[in-house]
């Protein structure tokens, strides 16, 4: 199968375009990334067709916080995908991406307390 462009999220950087494979292994190997071992993806939706993946199972002990959404920062790498009517991974529209690269494109800086209530809403 070809690779698909996703855009990438790395807690500090800048977003970035990444080709990865259009599989579950290939959305999990991103959302992995800077974890020890293979780590198994979460994913809310931001759109029609829109996907923000990350580590289910990431924490700000081990993980940089990365960006926000809503009231929830995101831990660790992530991923912004599209998807196909039938819901599997698909390369993003030029106008997808850029939108989405638009909206993250800059890294976000949080304050100790701003990560301190995130932690608290994930256990509300």
Known sequence: KPLIR???LL????AMPAWIPPTLKGLESVVSLGADDPCNAT???LDDRIWLLWNQ???FLVFQPNRKIGKTI???AACIVETDKESRPI???ERQFAFWH???AFPEVFTDKEILDAQFEELI
């Open 74 to 76: 995101i831990p660790g």
């Open 102 to 104: 638009a909206r993250f």
């Open 57 to 59: 199972d990431a924490n």
């Open 43 to 45: 994913a809310k939706q």
């Open 6 to 8: 996703i855009l990438l």
């Open 11 to 14: 807690p500090g950087y800048p």
């Open 91 to 93: 390369s993003m529209t």
